[in-house]
Structure formats: structure tokens, C-alpha cells
């Protein structure tokens, strides 16, 4: 084959460039620990990476989301824990009040207590987050119990909304409680009659409990007051089930977290082993090039001919 | 003897002939244009003397290049391939560039601006956080923004660059015209011409990094060139001009033409390869093809988005509007058409082009061709594949035609005989993200209805959460910011016996508020307390029931949707929906969007209610706190598809720039192969045509040494001659 002398350095320093790009982009690769330097290196793995990282950012969304639903759980969970010891301590006093030998003054006393358990209660129904919301007034802003001139007690919240927050792909968990349902709307087979109004009316019951219906009035609000206290048992316990799944959802989101990390892995880091031999490979072929063309370069029948 | 002599002054004469040639071969080694020649011998007629027949020396027959028009011509397409295939990729690597490694951009925007209205769930009233979704909205339009300016400077600079190699080709062909005209003048004697066939074949070759170019020769050396469509650029000593000029269609971008004397014709279709060929092609096609896919998914978030927000409330109880722009506005839907610069004028139609379903959207542009002859009649073609989506004849306007998720309206007149217009209907869609709030308490964070069941309501049934499909609808009073009307539904037991006046005994009870559970609720619907109905009530009792009708009264349980404007006294709707059958968990409302009882929401009730159980549908006044329209704005990722396939909002910029690193990639390996190819081309070239030194070293040796023995040849004959005089 003839050879033209032009071609021959030519295409030297052309396989020479091309070995000189490909030690660099080994360079790169190695110092920035990524197979891809650009998404076009490998469109198929970029892709596939790139929706890996968004389901990543998805499930650091769920996450953020599940600690304040968690947050907001137990604080309501702890405000309920409160409204029955309150709840008992009233349940007690009506008790007490039953017994024929009090006094007016001990009656006027046990009504006062009641009294102040019942702003004691009010405030607990009233009680903001965080984020300075009514815990339990469903969408609304507005204190969500009141007390009227008459002293009857009012709910003003919204009647059946709740907040809801996103944990997972399609998995929504209360955050509040409407006010209505626990506190408000508590149906025996009498009657309807809210938390508030079930303490106010016992206190008025033992305040005149001079007359005989009046001990009845009692017996009534205190069998009430057990479907209470019933009432906020069962919503305690549908607020636990709620913060064990979401304590079960965080531990499938960290499960699902370490598998998209390993992928991702995969897809991105270089194999540094693989890539250091490469780089060994491709400096002693820069080497063995360069070594031959000085020497090949240097044959000249010129140089023969005097 | 004087033979000798002749025949040594001839070989002389020829072998330094051979030598210079060398010399010139030497000279010209580094060239990579330059043709290695040789010179050609050929022996002297043989002369007769006596029975003998001996020859008369040598005559050098000129000298030639040594040369493979197949080789040439390979090399000029390598040529122009690899050099169409590189310019596109400098392009793309510039796109590629700017999409990193496919995880950075507009999609970690669109995340974001999606996970604002997550952030806003917990507190949908906090100012912060929706000034958070505002400033990731906007940083979501900056981030489209930034990536569409990059392909508008693409688009301005391959255009300039199409201008600029356009006047190359001309200075090109303008040279291979004098050349042509040179070797013409030269005629077919021309042995000296092989420096202009040299000069030629580089203009030729330098032509070939600009385009893609047929060539024929004449005897005489000269070259005609041609495109690919026959057109010709070089014809003898005449070079036709390449020019640019506006597209018809589209100002804004420009064709290639060739002049002819006075007349001109577009070209552009029939430019391909070398650095022109790719410059079209980027421009035309694979930059086109970006730039509808681009504005395609800024269009989709903008849709999803507005479509979910005006579904929405706001914290001054107003209904939600348009986040981001419009992208059906007036101006937007009329700059979607550019009437052809050739249309007759003065033209009075006016078009209008609106987007109405955007996962039906093609990413092409569209043709609208009036005939020539037929008043009123088009044909309207999809340019991405030329296939024609619509056509018909318009008799008269106002006139919609549908296709591709696209809604065309003519009005004003109808366009005259042969009009043609261009519909873009993605264009400038990345300028729809730009949002129209400044308010930050505009933000749609509620939705407007709420459900409720009455308080003492004693049956198991639970109304669901009401869902809002449309507040376009007359049941919401955007004035009053209310609804039109609030709804009551109200249950109740309705007797098989007064079916016929339904309606009115119905109406009987309706002054009374339901609210409270009737305790006896079998006697509540027959119970007529005021109008007419006592009469015919009291015919089952008084009458001859007891003896014609043995069968006990048989009720059932129904319900009345009422208008609750005023709670005190609710009222019928109109028309009326009363007595209604009650299956647990079946739709509240109409979803007809033509009924009178499509509300534009939706809601149902389960369980099991009893008679006098109510259940009311309000406006959401002041529920701040509501969070379900930032929840849907959140998921919209998940619950809008912007294509056919159903893909996500995400996905479809995935896919996008998954678009730009594919054609980057192809283009890599393209390139690289091309490269591959024209290394082989120039190879060849050079195997034949290139010149080596050591070769031309061993011809120098030879050639002086044939030289030293024609000089021998002189010198003999001189021997001999003076040996001959000395025998006198």
C-alpha cells in the first residue's frame, strides 16, 4: 500500500489526539465519580435516573408530610388525653355531689370546681397548632367553641371536614379532627348534647339539686358523660391506629428509599476499578504511540543519500 | 552516430523532465490538495537502416496527474457528510449542554413548584407558604424561559449562518466559473492546466463542506455542478446566486433560493449535507421538533395547573381563576395563524385557533389550503407527517372546524381561492408560565363547596366530600361569591298511594325545616297541613280502600334536592327534583353537563338514612383552613396526562429532554462513523494522489542515474565520433 508522507502524519497525530480526548474523559469520569458527564453519553440510563431521583424527591415529600401529620396526631391525641382526665375529674365531683349529706356550701364549691373544669375543657377544644389553627375546627379559622350570654356552649367550627395530608402515592391521613363529630354530635338514646354542655348542665344540676328531679338530672348527665368519655376513647384509639400507619408508612418509604439509592447508584457512579484499568490501559497505548512515531517518523530514505 | 546523439539529447531532455517533476512532487509533499504527477514516455518512431530497425530515442509525453474520479468524488461526500453531521452536533452538544446530566432544570422547577402546594397542605392560609408557591412558579417560568431563549438564539444564529454560508458557496461557485472559463479558453491542448484541475478539484472539495453537490466534467476539464434536485449552481463560466429570503409561511424563518437571471426559485428542500445541509436540518427539523415539544409541555403545565386552580377558592372566598396565563386568551389563539404573504389582499378573514384538549395535541405545525377553484373549500395538513386531518368547504362563518385537540374558528369572512395559512399552535407556549397572580391571597388553596350532614340526623347514612368538576357553571354566583343556590337534601318516606300528587304533597311538608327527626315519620309524607292535599288524601282513607285495596300501603324512601337560600323555608329548585330514588352511594348530581341538575360538583351519600335526615351543600365561606385544592394542585403530576399514552407532567419533560440526549447520542455515533468514513475517503486519496518522500527519493535516484547515463550516451557518441576522425 503506498503510504503518502502527509497521510502518514496526519493520521499520527489524529490517533494521538483521539488517544489524548479519551484519557480525558476518563479523567473526568474518574474525578467526578459519574459514568455519565452528559445525559447523551447514555440517553437510556440518563432517563431512567432522572425518574429515580423524581420518585426520590416524591418520597422526601411523603416523609416531610408524615412528620407533621405525626406531629399533629399526637398533639391531639395528648389535648383527647387531657379532655379525659378533665372529663374524670368532673365525672368524680358528680359522684361526689350525689351523696345526700352535703352541704349548700360544699354543692356551691363542687359547682365551681365544674365551673372552671368547663373553661378548662373549653380551652382544650380550642386549642391551636403549631401553626396557630384550631385543632379542631375542621376548615375553618374561627375558634370553633364558644359560650353564648345565656352560658350555653356553641360549636362554630365547620361540621364534617377534616384536613387531610399526603403520606404516599395516593395515601391520605387525617390531621385534624372535626370538633363536631368528637365533642359535639354525642347521641344517646335521649338525646344530643355536646361535651360542654353535658359538664355545664351537670353543674347546674348539683347547684339545685334540692329538688329530687334534679338528682335524676344528674344520674343523666353523668351516664352522658360516660358516652363521653366513650365517644373520645374510641377517637384516641382511631388517632393511635393512624400514627402507627404512618409510623409503618415511614418505614416503607425508607425501604423504598435505600432501593431507588442503589439503583440510582448503578446508573450513575463509574466502576472504579473497571475505570482505573481503563485509564492504565489507554496511558501506555498514549505511550507506545507516541515511542513509535518519533522512531517511525525518523526513517527517511533522505537521510540515506549523499 | 548523430541517432546516438539525438537519442542521448532526448533521454536528457526527458529524464530531467522526470527530475523536476520530482522536484515539483517534493516541493508540493505537505500539500494536501496538491495531485502527485508523473511523467509519461513513450519511445521514438524506429527508423529503418538497412535490414535493421533501431530506434530514435525517447519523448516524454507529458505529464500527468495521478488521479480516481471515484475516489474524488468520495471524498467530496465524505465530505459533506461528515461535515452536515458535525455542525448539527455542535448544535445539540450546546442543548445537550444546558440539560446537564437530564436531572437538573425545569424538572427539579416543576417538582418543586408542585411540592410548594405540598408544603401549603399543612397551613393553606400562611402567607409564607404561598409566597413560596408564587416564588417557585415563577422560578418554574424562568427555568422554561431560560431553555426556550436558548432555542430562539439557536434558531436566530443557525439562520445567520445559513446567510453566511450561503455567500461562501457563492464566493465558491464564483471561483469554479473563472476556473471553468480558464480551462474552456485552454481548449483540450491545455497540458500545463493540472495546477487549475488541482485548483478546481479544491474548490470543489471546499464546496463540499458547505453542501451536498453533483458534478460533471466536460473534456476540457471544466465542471458543471449541480444540487440534487438538477438545479444548477455552476454551469461553465455562469455561477447561478444562492440567496436567502423570508419563508412564506413564516417571516420569521428563512428559505434558500437560486437566482436565474430575472427569476428566482426556493431551493431549500433540495440542500443537503456539508455544513448548509446541517444547519437546515438542525433548523428546520430537530430544533423545530424541540421547540413544539418544549412549549407542548409548558403548555400542558399551564393547562393542568389553570384548569385545577379555577376549581379552587381563595382567601377572599372568590373562585380561583387562571394561575399562569390564559393559554386559550384572544391574542394567543389569533397569533396561532399566519396568513401566507402571498394571499390575496386585502384579506378579512380572521382565525382563531384554540387548544381544547391538550393530550390530543400533535407536536407539528398545520397547513390551511383554500382551493383555487372551490369557494370555501380546505384541506388542512399536519406537516410533521403531511397527512391531511381535516378537510370540507365553509358555507358561511362563524365556522369551528375540530382535529388533533384543536379547535379552529373562521370568522369575519370567508378566506378567497387559494389563501393559505400556517397554524402554530404551540407557539410561544412557554411564555403561558408566566403567572398572573401578584397576590398572594389569590392563590386557590380551598375548594368552594362543602358538605354537611344536619345536626340530630338519626339514620347511619354520611354524605362524601364534594368534588368540583367545573365552576362554570350557574350554581356558583362568582359575584356574590356563593352558590346558586346552597342545596338542601332532605329524606323522606313517600306512600305508593299518593304517587300521583308526589309533587304537591311533597310540597306540603316543605315549609317545615327537616332538621328535626320526625318521630313518626310514616304519617309525615301523607301529613298535607296546608293546600290541596287533604282532599285527595282523604279519599284512600274515607273511600272504599279498605274493601277494593286489601294491600297494606306500601312507602319508600326518596329525597328532595331543595333550594336552602333560605334555610327557614327551603324552596324547590327549578325545575324541580323532588322524590328522588336513593341508592347508597350514587351520584348526588347530573354529569351531563346539558342537565339542569349539573352543578359543576359532585357528591353522594352512603349508608343507610332515615326519613327526615338531612344533608346540605354549601359555599365554603372562610374555610381557610381547607386544604383539597392545594392536595389536587399537588398530585396533578399524577392525575393529568399530557398525551395520549397518559403520561404525567413530569414524564413529558422527561421525554423531552430524553429527546434532545437521544438525537445528541445518535449524532454522536453518527459523527464518529462519518469521521470513520471520510479518514478512509482521505486515505484513499492520499494512497493515490498523496505524495511520499521516500518514493519520490528512489525515483530522484533513479532518474539521476538515467540522466548520468543519457549524458554517458553524448559522451560515447562523442568517443565514438572522434575515434572514427582519428582513423583519418
Given amino acids: ?306 | 552516430m548523430i541517432d546516438l546523439v539525438r537519442i542521448g539529447a532526448s533521454a536528457l531532455s526527458a529524464n530531467q523532465l522526470a527530475l523536476s517533476t520530482i522536484g515539483q512532487n517534493i516541493a508540493n509533499a505537505s500539500d494536501k490538495n496538491y495531485t502527485r504527477q508523473e511523467v509519461n514516455f513513450s519511445s521514438l518512431n524506429t527508423q529503418t537502416m538497412g535490414v535493421n530497425r533501431a530506434g530514435q530515442g525517447v519523448l516524454s509525453d507529458g505529464i500527468r496527474r495521478v488521479y480516481d474520479q471515484y475516489i474524488t468524488n468520495q471524498l467530496r461526500y465524505s465530505t459533506s457528510q461528515k461535515n452536515q453531521l458535525s455542525v448539527a452536533h455542535d448544535y445539540l452538544k450546546q442543548m445537550d449542554a444546558l440539560l446537564g446530566d437530564g436531572t437538573a432544570g425545569p424538572a427539579i422547577q416543576l417538582q418543586n413548584f408542585l411540592a410548594a402546594f405540598q408544603n401549603a397542605i399543612n397551613d393553606p392560609k400562611s402567607s409564607a407558604a404561598r409566597q413560596n408557591i408564587l416564588n417557585e412558579a415563577n422560578s418554574l417560568s424562568n427555568s422554561f424561559s431560560s431553555i426556550n431563549n436558548q432555542l430562539t438564539l439557536q434558531k436566530k444564529s443557525a439562520s445567520l449562518k445559513i446567510s453566511d454560508l450561503t455567500d461562501q458557496v457563492n464566493s465558491i461557485t464564483s471561483v469554479l466559473s473563472g476556473i471553468n472559463a480558464q480551462l474552456q479558453g485552454l481548449g483540450k491542448k491545455g497540458q500545463v492546466a493540472n495546477d487549475l484541475l488541482d485548483q478546481r478539484d479544491e474548490q470543489l472539495l471546499n464546496l463540499s463542506e458547505l453542501l451536498d453537490v453533483k458534478t460533471s466534467l466536460s473534456d476540457n476539464g471544466s465542471v458543471n455542478v449541480y444540487l440534487s434536485g438538477g438545479e444548477s449552481l455552476v454551469l461553465g463560466s455562469q455561477a447561478h446566486r444562492l440567496f436567502t429570503k423570508a419563508k412564506s409561511t413564516d417571516i420569521q424563518s428563512t428559505d434558500l433560493a437560486l437566482q436565474y437571471g430575472a427569476q428566482s426559485f426556493i431551493v431549500t428542500q433540495h440542500i443537503s449535507g456539508g455544513a448548509l445541509g446541517g444547519t437546515l436540518l438542525y433548523r428546520d427539523q430537530i430544533l423545530n421538533t424541540f421547540s413544539l415539544q418544549l412549549n407542548k409541555e409548558a403548555l400542558g403545565i399551564a393547562d393542568a395547573i389553570n384548569q385545577q386552580h379555577q376549581k379552587g377558592l381563595t382567601l377572599t372566598n372568590a373562585l380561583g381563576g387562571v394561575f399562569f396565563q390564559d393559554i386559550n386568551n384572544a391574542s394567543a389563539q389569533r397569533t396561532r395563524v399566519m396568513a401566507n404573504t402571498n394571499n390575496k389582499q386585502p384579506a378579512s378573514a380572521e382565525i382563531d385557533v384554540a387548544l381544547s384538549d391538550i393530550s390530543s395535541l400533535n407536536t407539528s405545525d398545520y397547513s390551511v389550503q383554500f382551493s383555487k377553484t372551490v369557494a370555501g373549500s380546505y384541506n388542512i395538513i399536519r406537516q410533521s407527517d403531511n397527512a391531511v386531518v381535516a378537510n370540507g368547504a365553509l358555507s358561511a362563518v362563524p365556522s369551528s372546524i375540530e382535529f388533533d385537540g384543536l379547535t379552529v374558528t373562521f370568522s369575519s369572512a370567508i378566506p378567497s381561492l387559494g389563501d393559505q395559512f400556517q397554524l402554530s399552535p404551540l407557539k410561544s407556549g412557554a411564555d403561558f408560565l408566566a403567572p398572573t397572580i401578584t397576590d398572594v391571597r389569590n392563590i386557590a388553596l380551598s375548594q368552594p363547596v362543602v358538605s354537611s350532614a344536619a345536626l340530630g340526623n338519626r339514620g347511619s347514612a354520611q354524605i362524601s366530600e364534594v368534588n368540583v368538576l367545573s365552576t362554570d357553571t350557574d350554581y356558583f354566583d362568582m359575584q356574590n361569591k356563593s352558590l346558586s343556590p346552597p342545596l338542601l337534601i332532605r329524606f323522606y318516606l313517600l306512600s305508593n298511594k299518593s304517587s300521583s300528587v308526589d309533587g304537591q304533597t311533597s310540597a306540603g311538608i316543605a315549609p317545615t325545616t327537616g332538621l328535626i327527626a320526625d318521630p313518626n315519620p310514616i304519617q309525615k309524607d301523607p301529613a298535607p297541613t296546608t293546600g290541596p292535599a287533604p282532599t285527595t288524601d282523604s279519599a284512600p282513607t274515607t273511600g272504599p280502600a279498605p274493601t277494593t285495596d286489601p294491600a297494606p300501603t306500601i312507602v319508600r324512601l326518596v329525597y328532595d334536592i331543595l333550594d336552602n337560600s333560605n334555610p327557614d323555608l327551603p324552596a324547590d329548585l327549578v325545575p324541580a327534583a323532588r322524590g328522588l330514588t336513593y341508592t347508597s352511594g350514587a351520584h348526588l348530581f347530573s354529569t351531563d353537563p346539558i342537565s339542569s341538575l349539573y352543578t359543576g360538583y359532585q357528591a353522594s351519600i352512603t349508608g343507610t338514612p332515615l326519613a327526615g335526615d338531612a344533608f346540605s351543600i354549601n359555599y365554603n365561606t372562610n374555610g381557610f383552613l381547607d386544604n383539597r385544592n392545594a392536595s389536587d394542585l399537588a398530585n396533578l403530576n399524577a392525575t393529568y396526562s399530557i398525551n395520549a399514552s397518559g403520561d404525567s407532567l413530569l414524564e413529558g419533560y422527561n421525554q423531552w429532554a430524553n429527546s434532545v440526549s437521544q438525537s445528541t447520542h445518535q449524532f454522536d455515533i453518527g459523527l464518529s462513523s462519518a469521521e470513520a468514513l471520510l479518514q478512509r475517503a482521505q486515505s484513499d486519496h492520499q494512497q493515490k494522489s498523496g505524495v511520499n518522500l521516500d518514493e519520490e527519493a528512489s525515483q530522484l535516484v533513479r532518474f539521476q542515474q538515467a540522466f548520468n547515463a543519457s549524458a554517458q550516451l553524448i559522451n560515447i557518441s562523442r568517443s565514438v565520433f572522434d575515434a572514427l576522425l582519428n582513423v583519418f
Fill in chain 1, 1 to 306: 500500500m503506498r503510504v503518502s508522507t502527509a497521510q502518514y502524519y496526519q493520521s499520527s497525530i489524529f490517533g494521538l489526539q483521539n488517544l489524548q480526548s479519551q484519557l480525558s474523559e476518563i479523567q473526568n469520569k474518574i474525578s467526578s465519580n459519574k459514568k455519565r458527564l452528559q445525559a447523551s453519553d447514555d440517553p437510556e440510563s440518563a432517563i431512567q435516573s432522572a425518574r429515580l431521583q423524581q420518585g426520590l424527591a416524591s418520597i422526601d415529600q411523603y416523609d416531610k408530610n408524615n412528620k407533621i401529620a405525626t406531629a399533629q396526631n399526637e398533639l391531639m391525641d395528648s389535648v383527647l388525653n387531657q379532655i379525659v382526665q378533665v372529663l374524670n375529674r368532673a365525672k368524680e365531683l358528680g359522684i361526689q355531689s350525689n351523696n345526700g349529706a352535703l352541704s349548700s356550701a360544699d354543692k356551691n364549691q363542687i359547682t365551681t370546681q365544674l365551673q372552671s373544669l368547663a373553661t378548662q375543657l373549653l380551652d382544650l377544644e380550642n386549642t391551636k397548632d403549631s401553626n396557630g389553627n384550631y385543632l379542631f375546627s375542621g376548615f375553618k379559622t374561627s375558634p370553633p367553641f364558644t359560650q353564648n350570654s345565656a352560658g350555653v356552649f356553641e360549636y362554630e367550627g365547620d361540621k364534617n371536614n377534616k384536613q387531610q395530608i399526603q403520606v404516599g402515592y395516593q395515601k391520605l391521613v387525617s390531621v385534624n379532627e372535626s370538633g363536631y363529630d368528637l365533642f359535639e354530635s354525642i347521641t344517646s338514646e335521649v338525646e344530643t348534647k355536646s361535651l360542654l354542655n353535658t359538664v355545664n348542665d351537670l353543674s347546674h344540676a348539683i347547684y339545685s339539686s334540692k329538688e329530687t328531679t334534679n338528682q335524676q338530672e344528674i344520674k343523666n348527665n353523668l351516664t352522658h358523660l360516660d358516652l363521653v368519655l366513650d365517644h373520645i376513647s374510641a377517637a384516641r384509639t382511631r388517632i393511635a391506629g393512624r400514627l402507627q400507619y404512618l409510623d409503618d408508612m415511614t418505614q416503607v418509604n425508607d425501604a423504598a428509599r435505600l432501593e431507588s439509592k442503589k439503583l440510582i447508584s448503578q446508573l450513575d457512579d463509574i466502576d472504579f476499578p473497571a475505570m482505573v484499568s481503563e485509564l492504565n490501559l489507554k496511558t501506555t497505548l498514549l505511550q507506545a504511540a507516541q515511542a513509535s512515531f518519533a522512531k517511525i517518523s525518523d526513517l527517511n530514505l533522505f537521510n540515506f543519500l549523499n
